[in-house]
């Protein structure tokens, strides 16, 4: 309480079961061909290593919107693995730096009960393609084209898709922007130096709504150091 408001990152949670549980698990690489827990999972978060995969170019670029999702088997493609990365720069490791992705998923993550949370920055999500059904620890929150969310660091959510049709093209997927910054959080800007009215206010924001679910044993991938880690918690 001696940290200024605007500061002051603290939240307050009542659950059924304490946060520890299941803790005894322990959280094992994705990716690995001997399957387990995240077998279906892509090793690194974006697809790219980063240390092999990202080269500097001083060209300009572009890139089109994501392209639909093909799954394996006819199976779906759900927010984390349709994560695809586009930039980069920085460390997490070293809190310097942010990451841009694109998305393209068809599939619900409540599907297979997955939830994820990034242990790297925060995420800002702009969908572009069919809303999202972003369900946090805080609550949850519907997230239309025409608007932006953010999920902070630390925070376990999952995310399923509004408005799904595979009847249509144009409803047939969800895709979008991922914004990821490494150091700090995200803010709102004072108004002091452009003015009373710029920008946007508190109160043109929304926060999620505390819900209460208990949906049984899940499977929790963790990104850390743009790796993705992966436990059962009951």
């Known amino acids: ?26 959280f094992a690489p994705c990716g690995g061909e001997g399957g387990g827990v995240g077998g279906s999972l892509p090793s690194f978060f974006g697809g790219a290593d980063w240390s092999a995969d990202m ?9 089109g919107p994501a392209p639909a999702p093909a799954g394996d088997e006819g199976g779906g493609v759900n927010f984390v693995r ?3 990365t586009m930039l980069g720069s920085g460390d997490p490791a070293r809190k310097s730096g942010l990451g841009i992705y694109v998305y393209a998923c068809d599939a619900d993550m409540s599907a297979d009960s997955t939830s994820m949370y990034n242990s790297d ?13 972003i369900r946090t620890e805080l609550g949850r929150m519907d997230v239309k084209p025409g608007e932006i969310c953010v999920v902070p660091r630390g925070v376990v959510f999952s995310v399923d898709l509004l408005g799904l049709d595979k009847s249509s093209a144009e409803t047939s997927f969800a895709r979008g922007y991922i914004l990821e910054i490494f150091r700090g959080h995200f803010k709102l800007p004072e108004l002091g130096p452009i003015g009373s009215n710029g920008l946007a206010n508190a109160r043109d924001f929304l926060h999620p709504v505390a819900e209460c679910a208990d949906d049984g044993p899940c499977t929790i991938v963790n990104k850390f150091g743009q790796r993705l880690f992966a436990r059962t918690s009951p």
């Open 1 to 26: 309480f001696t940290a200024p408001r605007c500061d002051n990152r603290r939240v307050w949670l009542y659950r059924k079961r304490p946060s520890a549980s299941g803790t005894s698990s322990h």
């Open 55 to 63: 080269r500097l170019d001083p060209n300009p670029m572009r890139w």
């Open 82 to 84: 349709g994560a695809r």
């Open 121 to 133: 920055g925060d995420f800002l999500v702009v969908p572009q393609q069919l809303g999202l059904a």
